[in-house]
């Protein structure tokens, strides 16, 4: 199946600070999400993002899907950013079966 | 509803009791999905739904699990003989079918084995 690989499994930032996150995966696909779960474990969607850029506040995600992998960038970090990121992607010859890379996670301290 | 909505939010049971999870989609998403997330882990794909039908179930760790859906709604996760091991968060998503369309999650039940 495809493979889903996360960097960097662990970040520790100053609050203020930017940060990029990156997801690379080993087949084509057509769904790529970014997801943040909280501390509490709520899973919260970010972007839907197969392709191209697009940007909420101080979050933006790039998807290159012919290189196989997107960014999901973080800048002025907050504490309340703090939680583990999750890119997760479909398959473009399944019928979107999600898979799920192992997360960032992601500690803002003040 | 507004969002996927997953009953109980928290479940403590004994070794070797069984158990059933539900999960309630946004109205209208026809596809559904279970992952369960141990301590610290990632997410672990379970079974897709597709309306009623489970076309891949090939994520179920063992017989002791099964899940249906009825009425292209709600879905219920069961968990025969309960063990240990399967203490973990049960998270169930659902999204409109089609390649173009995001998951939204539900909250997910916690469950603990004792």
């Known amino acids: 199946g495809i493979q889903v690989e996360q960097s960097p499994p662990d970040l520790i930032l100053q609050e203020g600070a930017n940060s990029t996150l990156r997801c690379n995966f080993s087949?084509?696909?057509?769904?790529l999400q970014w997801f943040h779960q909280n501390p509490w474990g709520q899973l919260i969607n970010l972007f839907y993002?197969?392709?191209g850029t697009k940007q909420n506040g101080r979050l933006s995600a790039t998807t290159v899907a012919t290189e196989r992998y997107s960014l999901l960038y973080i800048s002025s970090s907050q504490t309340t950013d703090s939680g583990v990121y999750f890119c997760a992607v479909a398959y473009s010859g399944g019928y979107q079966k999600v898979t799920f890379g192992t997360g960032t996670k992601l500690q803002v301290i003040p | 509803g507004a969002g996927v909505s997953q009953s109980p939010s928290n479940k403590v049971t004994e070794k070797g009791k069984d158990v059933e999870l539900r999960c309630d989609p946004i109205?209208?998403?026809?596809?559904l999905y279970w992952y369960r997330q141990s301590l610290g882990q990632g997410l672990e794909f379970l079974i897709y739904?597709?309306?009623?039908?489970?076309?891949?179930k090939s994520g179920l760790p063992s017989d002791r699990f099964s899940a249906e859906r009825t009425g292209g709604s709600v879905s219920t996760l069961t968990i025969q003989r309960t063990q240990q091991e399967d203490s973990a968060v049960y998270l169930c998503a659902s999204r409109v079918q089609g390649p173009n369309n995001g998951y939204t999650f539900g909250s997910g039940t916690r469950l603990t084995v004792v």
């Open positions: 087949d084509s696909v057509n769904n």
């Open positions: 993002i197969p392709s």
């Open positions: 109205s209208g998403h026809t596809a």
């Open positions: 739904f597709q309306g009623n039908s489970a076309p891949d």
